[in-house]
């Protein structure tokens, strides 16, 4: 009788054994799904990262929903991996959940795979433009200019609208509000497209430009011709839409691009009315420099006080607006620069500081921003300001990924990662709140971008002063700069956004004191191993979004 006691008991040490055993098996097996799991997670977000920001593009419902599963079962896991940590001796009904888990990543994992040939993001035909960020204040000239380019645009007759004006008069600011009100309009459907030129603007740049507007891949196709046909196509199966060009300095063929102005409405903003009128233009708008009364309005409101200011400031506040030469570029600037400034010492100061800068008749801005650049007293506020240049002309950047390029270079340290972020949201919220920066969220992440002219200035520093940066972003280069522009005394570079695909053997520059190298989403396939002989205290390598 004992003997067969002692043989049962035995069977069930043996079985509870081999069920202990098999569970703490699939108990490392879990561990390390899920956190492959979670890489997987991480991998989407990047993939995605820029497509989402920068062009309009938006994640399937099923892969936010997956991404959402994915870190429920992150959260899921680790209480159960506390639960088991406080027991001595775990429950068997830890081991059904662990079977359970082990199931559901494998369900996840399929749809992970499913998404990876089908893609993460929604087809063109699925998305349309979404609103832009513009100021808010208009001015009774800028509504008058408003309502004629709604009236003419509403006429089948017209299809190309140019408007132009100097640097810094507002013609962008007056086209977000265009492109934002006719997104709104039955007419076009939400089709309706924003592209930025800029100076280093070609066919093949703005070819890219309006397919990634879309959510076109002519990535693979190099021959214009054949680009162009694509970009017809594709343009051709939409109706009616509109596409605004913003930065024109010179003049294309649309034909050569890929746009026929059959069913499609153009709007260009130059700041040459010679480009207006070789582009065709049937509506020419010149943007004039605010009139006395409006610049001080538009002073007052981006000053942001609640009450008026004393008689004393109130007099220097309107000298310094008029020293702004009507510009609500600079306007918005110098008054962001004196937000919360009471001491009249301090505005004396300001205003002084402004005095001493000369006004180009061709350039008025540009003193003013240099102006506003010089009252950041904090060196590390003008070197995370400078940062913000690398990035491609009008890209909206992650908050995120900017901060985390602040920390990797040594411009913030703190006690702790969350310290240190928290840190960089208030170097760029400060960096907005005088207008340096501007910001806002395009439903999925906060972003911070540079006016065209802001970055414009930002560069001119880099390329004389210190830090000394060389910035060929977003300008759709095919091979890397020639060794001789790749100076001695460089800091940082920036050559992402662009179409490399190949640097050759035996470039090797001497760059004895780069820090920052980005190289992300420039098509590279190989980099060869004597690139990097003289880049002995890189700090920042970006690689992302390659091949």
């Not at 035909?125 to 000239?141: C, F, I, N, Q, Y």
């Not at 196509?233 to 003049?251: G, T």
């Not at 977003?474 to 179409?499: A, F, Y």
Request: glycine residues 6%; proline residues 3%; negative net charge.
């Amino acid at each position: 009788m004992s003997d067969k006691i002692i043989d049962k008991t035995v069977d069930t040490v043996i079985e509870w054994g081999n069920k202990y055993f098999s569970y703490r098996k699939n108990m490392q097996k879990l561990e390390k799904s899920v956190e492959v799991l979670e890489h997987r997670a991480s991998d989407v977000i990047v993939i995605t990262r820029n497509e989402v920001l920068n062009s309009g593009k938006k994640r399937k419902r099923e892969v936010e929903e997956w991404l959402k599963a994915v870190d429920d079962m992150v959260s899921k896991f680790a209480s159960l991996k506390e639960q088991t940590g406080q027991a001595r001796v775990p429950h068997m009904q830890f081991a059904q959940l662990v079977d359970t888990m082990i199931k559901e990543i494998a369900d996840l994992t399929q749809q992970y795979e499913s998404f990876s040939c089908q893609g993460f993001l929604l087809d063109a035909d699925e998305t349309k433009g979404l609103p832009l960020v513009a100021m808010e204040w208009r001015g009774p000239s800028f509504e008058r200019n408003l309502k004629e380019i709604r009236a003419h645009l509403m006429n089948q007759e017209i299809s190309i609208v140019g408007i132009f004006g100097m640097g810094g008069v507002g013609k962008t600011t007056l086209a977000k509000f265009i492109h934002n009100d006719l997104l709104k309009e039955n007419a076009f459907s939400g089709h309706v497209y924003w592209v930025t030129a800029s100076q280093e603007a070609s066919i093949y740049k703005l070819q890219n430009d309006i397919a990634r507007a879309i959510n076109l891949d002519i990535s693979k196709e190099d021959d214009e011709l054949k680009r162009a046909a694509k970009l017809f196509q594709a343009l051709e199966r939409r109706e009616k839409l509109v596409i605004l060009v913003d930065d024109l300095w010179v003049h294309f063929d649309m034909e050569k691009i890929g746009i026929s102005l059959e069913g499609i409405k153009l709007i260009v903003t130059s700041r040459s009315v010679e480009v207006c009128r070789k582009m065709g233009c049937q509506l020419e708008i010149k943007v004039t420099p605010l009139s006395e009364e409006e610049a001080w309005e538009l002073f007052q409101v981006k000053l942001g006080r609640c009450k008026e200011l004393p008689p004393d400031l109130k007099e220097i506040a309107k000298s310094m607006a008029g020293k702004c030469a009507g510009l609500p570029l600079a306007i918005a600037i110098v008054a962001g620069s004196m937000k919360g400034v009471d001491d009249i010492f301090e505005w004396r100061d300001a205003l002084d500081d402004l005095e001493q800068y000369s006004f180009e008749v061709d350039d008025k801005v540009f003193p003013i921003l240099e102006y506003s650049y010089n009252r950041l007293k904090d060196q590390r506020l003008k070197d995370c300001f400078l940062c913000c240049s690398m990035y491609p002309e009008d890209w909206r950047i992650d908050r995120d990924e900017l901060i985390s390029l602040f920390i990797s270079e040594g411009l913030i340290e703190k006690s702790s990662r969350r310290a240190e972020f928290d840190c960089g949201h208030t170097i760029l919220n400060k960096l907005e709140n005088v207008c340096l920066l501007e910001g806002g969220f395009n439903g999925f992440f906060k972003f911070v971008k540079m006016h065209d002219l802001v970055r414009d200035m930002a560069l001119k520093i880099t390329k004389t002063g210190k830090p000394r940066y060389m910035v060929k972003a977003g300008i759709g280069l095919k091979e890397v700069p020639e060794e001789s522009e790749w100076k001695e005394d460089l800091d940082k570079v920036s050559l992402m956004d662009n179409n490399i695909e190949l640097i050759p053997e035996g470039i090797s520059p001497k760059c004895f004191k780069l820090s920052i190298l980005i190289l992300q989403n420039s098509g590279l396939l190989l980099i060869p191993d004597s690139f990097f002989a003289h880049l002995g205290v890189l700090q920042v390598l970006n690689l992302s979004h390659n091949k």
